[in-house]
């Protein structure tokens, strides 16, 4: 069997009291509809909080210090192929955030983290719903082994 190649995800938890940033689907052929928090996939030769910042300025035109960023939940998950998504935190940033692509974004709001919006992307739902509970690691939609 060849060895997993995973994709690597990486989500904003940005924190404003007992709220989170989250982004309104549209245009992207993928989830269209449903509420996420600003997200998007690492490049090769990067590190995830570094692909967490550029995201928070591509989404969002704020800035993140990846040394603000703290790490509160991973997900191995499997939808189409294997993937890592990982959480995380931070309640600084600088600049104040603005839809910055809305051509893949109709609408940001603040949500308090105990009354998310539906529909919310299910994996995220599930991190967040994990997250504040100080589960760290979670596994979702993988296939059963054959037996």
């Not at 190649?5 to 689907?25: F, K, M, P, S």
């Not at 940001?108 to 994996?123: M, S």
Request: charged letters at 20%; a negative charge; proline letters at 9%.
């Amino acid at each position: 069997m060849p060895n997993q190649r995973a994709q690597v995800d990486v989500h904003l938890i940005l924190r404003r009291g007992d709220e989170i940033l989250l982004g309104l689907r549209k245009g992207t052929g993928w989830a269209d509809g449903h509420w996420h928090l600003p997200s998007g996939h690492g490049e090769d030769g990067e590190p995830a909080t570094a692909a967490t910042a550029r995201e928070a300025v591509e989404e969002l035109g704020i800035t993140v210090d990846p040394a603000d960023l703290r790490l509160v939940h991973v997900v191995h998950h499997h939808t189409d192929s294997a993937r890592l998504a990982f959480f995380f935190e931070t309640s600084r940033w600088s600049g104040e955030p603005v839809n910055a692509e809305p051509h893949k974004c109709a609408d940001l709001a603040w949500f308090p983290l105990a009354a998310l919006p539906t529909p919310t992307i299910p994996y995220a739902r599930h991190a967040l719903d994990l997250y504040p509970k100080g589960e760290t690691y979670s596994e979702l939609g993988w296939p059963e082994p054959a037996s």
